[in-house]
């Protein structure tokens, strides 16, 4: 089997197997074709890029790691999108999700908090030709305010607690899809949708592993750390 086919067999199969906690049998058609059509090679660094069709994460260098396709497709799902939407993702990382958001919506707005993993991402959708998409660097746990509000927020990184912000950025009706919960432990991927009243009415879809969630202080103490270990 090809590698490709092999990936959308993985996320088949990983669907139905989860289909209990997701609530259905298959994934959205656009979704799905979405996920066909990038090349996911493209987002691996060379070393592994014999990984790319695998249905598992892989390192991407700064110690971060693309998403397993699977929970891809299913946050893309969940994120119930429309191809009119404005979404804002957190955690560009290798760019890879943002390339599938770009199929689905309108406009994405990417924040990625390492700056080199933004200038290489940047450089990469620019070059697969994916100019629907802005990505910059910065803090995402203060959302991107410029160009609130949003038709549905993404975050590919593990919170402690659902920033406040990016529910202040939302589209009432919109939603949030976030994994929540300890740092290289136990998280749970919600789904997170505003109500008129300003409230919001939270689910728990299934367990994740995701890479955390950092403040622009953590990233500036480990720089610092790695200057006094020259
Ligand atoms: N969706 C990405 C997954 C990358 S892993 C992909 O498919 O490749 C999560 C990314 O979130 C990492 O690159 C990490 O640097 C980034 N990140 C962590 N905390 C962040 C924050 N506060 N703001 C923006 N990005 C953050």
Known sequence: MKGLQRMM???????NLTRHLIGKDVLDDRVMAAIKQVPRH???????????????????????????????????????????????????????QTAILSKLVKQVYSLEIIEELSTQATRRLKKLGYDNVTVRNGDGS????????????????????????????????????????LPYSYQELMVVEKKAD?????????????????????????????????
């Open 142 to 181: 203060f959302g991107w305010p410029e160009h609130a509000p949003y038709d549905g927020i993404i975050v590919t990184a593990a919170a402690a607690y659902i920033p406040q912000p990016l529910i202040d950025q939302l589209k009432v009706g919109a939603r949030l899809v976030i994994p929540v919960g």
């Open 42 to 96: 493209e987002f691996l660094p060379a070393d592994f890029r014999f990984l790319a069709y695998d249905n598992g994460p892989a390192p991407i260098g700064s110690g971060q790691t693309i998403s397993q396709p699977y929970i891809v497709a299913l946050m893309s799902d969940l994120l119930d999108t429309k191809p009119t939407d404005t979404i804002l993702e957190i955690g560009t990382g290798s760019g890879y």
């Open 9 to 15: 067999k993985g996320i088949e199969m990983e669907v």
């Open 198 to 230: 300003g409230k919001v009415e939270a689910r728990n879809i299934l367990g994740v592993s995701f890479v955390p969630l950092v403040s622009g202080c953590d990233v500036e103490a480990k720089n610092l750390g790695e200057q006094h270990d020259q």
